[in-house]
Structures are given as structure tokens and as C-alpha cells.
């Protein structure tokens, strides 16, 4: 399957932003979906899962609360509702999807090597 991310941009602090990731060429509704972010010079790291079904998501403490992970099956698209942003939100942000057709003990949803197919990456720049 191939992801397309989409909706980054410029906003300041306190501002909203809502990512999407457009799959295409495979099955999308029993894959696990996942955002994660890399700054420069940083590992990429999780940011939000939802799993299958889209009934139960996953959260990195840091955007617990002000974050949410949504998918559209009708859509192929996952979305990342991003709210109250921070400075150190600013980062690229990846979609990423899993192989299809597993569930997993929550802690695998947090793990990059969970997913095989990762998106382009999208720029999310918030200013102070």
C-alpha cells in the first residue's frame, strides 16, 4: 500500500492543524495506522496508533489530550487531529501502516518496526 501525507504547514502556538494520509494500491480497513515524528538529528518517534476496526487508539503521553486518530474507511484516509499545539510539536510527520490482518499487545502499537509502509512525511512548523 502506498501513504500519502498531507496538511502540514505553519501555525502558531495554541493553533490547530489536521493531518491526512491517503492509502492506495492495497487493502486499508484491516490495517493498523500510525502516526510518528522526527525532528532533525532525532530517532522518529510515536506519535498515535489506531487499530483495525478503528475502535481503539494508542497516544504518546506528550499529545495525549490534545491529539486525536481518526480513519475514514470509506475515505482509505487516516487523519491526526492536532489541537492546543506546542512549539516541540514541530517536526515531520509520518503515517505509517501495518502488513494487515493482526492485532497486537498494545505496546507493539508504540514500535516503528510495527509497520512496513511508511509515508513521505509531512512538515509541521509551530511557532512560539
Known amino acids: 500500500v502506498q501513504l500519502q501525507a498531507s496538511g502540514g504547514g505553519l501555525v502558531q502556538a495554541g493553533g490547530s492543524l489536521r493531518l491526512s494520509c491517503a492509502a492506495s494500491g492495497g487493502t486499508f480497513d484491516n490495517r493498523n495506522m500510525a502516526w510518528f515524528r522526527q525532528t532533525p538529528g532525532k530517532e522518529r518517534t510515536f506519535v498515535a496508533a489506531i487499530q483495525r476496526g478503528g475502535q481503539t487508539t494508542h497516544y504518546a503521553d506528550s499529545v495525549k489530550g490534545r491529539f486525536t486518530i481518526s480513519r475514514d474507511i470509506a475515505k482509505n484516509t487516516v487523519y491526526l487531529q492536532m489541537d492546543n499545539l506546542k512549539a516541540e510539536d514541530t517536526a515531520v510527520y509520518y503515517c505509517?501502516?501495518?502488513?494487515?490482518?493482526?492485532?497486537?499487545?498494545?505496546?507493539?502499537?508504540?514500535?516503528?518496526?510495527?509497520?512496513?509502509?511508511w509515508g513521505q512525511g509531512t512538515l509541521v512548523t509551530v511557532s512560539s
Open positions: 505509517a501502516a501495518d502488513r494487515g490482518g493482526r492485532t497486537y499487545s498494545s505496546n507493539y502499537y508504540f514500535l516503528r518496526s510495527t509497520y512496513n509502509n
